[in-house]
């Protein structure tokens, strides 16, 4: 397990953020991500980053929360591929929980991909569980799978 340093992104961490995402599998069209974190008027929307602690301080992932009501959503959560396995997922989801808390939500809801098993897995040991399904949510018809957790987030028992 790694324990990197958890911090709010903001446009100067604009170039680590699109580099990560694209080299990811969810990755979002990059002026997305260039206006939420260029456009201070986006406070509606929290770009939350895991540093090393070393020196250099690279970014190994981050997660976006939005807002809706009373829940926040996950809108994204991407780890570098070198850094996966290692804790930063559970860590980042976290520092959500937390953030999420704060600001008074009572749950926390996601959208996956049915065939996203690394994530689903991450997000039931997180306390995650599935809502319901959304059948052809997706660009390429793909169903996505709704999930939610009360907060705060417990981190459970992983599966074998
Ligand atoms: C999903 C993702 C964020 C997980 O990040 P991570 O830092 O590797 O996750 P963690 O190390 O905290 O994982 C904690 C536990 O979750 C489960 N898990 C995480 N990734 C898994 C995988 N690929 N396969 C199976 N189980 C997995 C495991 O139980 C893991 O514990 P273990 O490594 O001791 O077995 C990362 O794989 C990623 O960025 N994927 C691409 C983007 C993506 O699909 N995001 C989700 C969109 S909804």
Redesign the pocket.
């Given at each position: 397990m790694y324990l990197p340093e958890i911090n709010f992104l903001n446009s100067n961490n604009l170039p680590d953020v699109l580099r990560i995402n694209a080299a990811?599998?969810?990755s979002w069209p990059e002026e997305v991500i260039r206006s939420d974190l260029q456009d201070d008027s986006h406070d509606e929307i929290s770009y939350i980053g895991a540093f090393a602690t070393t020196t250099e301080a690279p970014l190994l992932?981050y997660a976006v929360l939005g807002r809706e009501n009373r829940s926040g959503i996950?809108m994204?959560?991407?780890?570098d591929k070198i850094?996966?396995?290692?804790?930063?997922?559970?860590?980042l989801l976290l520092a959500v929980s937390d953030c999420a808390m704060y600001l008074n939500m009572k749950r926390l809801r996601?959208?996956?991909?049915k065939s996203?098993?690394?994530?689903i897995?991450?997000y039931h040991?997180m306390s995650f569980s599935g809502e319901k399904l959304w059948r052809g949510y997706y660009s390429n018809g793909e169903d996505a799978i709704v999930m939610s957790a009360k907060l705060p987030l417990r981190v459970g028992v992983?599966?074998s």
């Open positions: 990811s599998e969810v992932g996950i994204a959560l991407v780890v850094y996966r396995r290692r804790g930063i997922g559970t860590q996601l959208r996956v991909r996203n098993a690394g994530a897995a991450l040991y992983k599966k």
